[in-house]
């Protein structure tokens, strides 16, 4: 039944999705190395202290499992976890949370997101992308969502 269970909510996450972006999925490709991670947390981390943010900073593999993750000083404890459900989302649904979070201003349908499970509607989550395939993703909680959103993509920048 677990099985089961599972194909419905894929049918339902993807009813959903096709809602909230009518873009075709990015393909996975090989998880995120160590290396990589570090290079994607120092930039992150460089963005956050220069502008004295104090955020928690997620790297997740395409998978949703954990990489690498920091805190930085004067961080509220409750990002701790926002951030690894941004970086989560955009692994598992391969796009950024502010899509969802966009969608969810249109209201109508769009709500269903809120029923997706490990769908966390808030900007600061962004796929990591090499070669055209999402590899991981970056979550980033402690600041306004824009902000989170400005350190992740920072991150990435790291990569190009």
Known sequence: MLWLRGMLVAVAASAALTEV???????YGPPITLAQARKVMAAAEAKAEAEKWPVAITIVDGSGHLVLFQRLDNTQLGSI???????????LFRRSTRVFEEGLEKGGVN???????????IEGGLPIIVDGKVIGAIGVSGVQATQDGEVA???????K
């Open 21 to 27: 972006s009518a873009q075709e999925p990015i393909p």
């Open 111 to 121: 709500l269903r997101v809120l029923k997706l499970p490990e769908a966390l509607p």
């Open 81 to 91: 976890e926002v951030s690894l459900q941004k970086a989560k989302t955009s692994a």
């Open 153 to 159: 993509a920072a991150g990435l920048t790291s990569l």
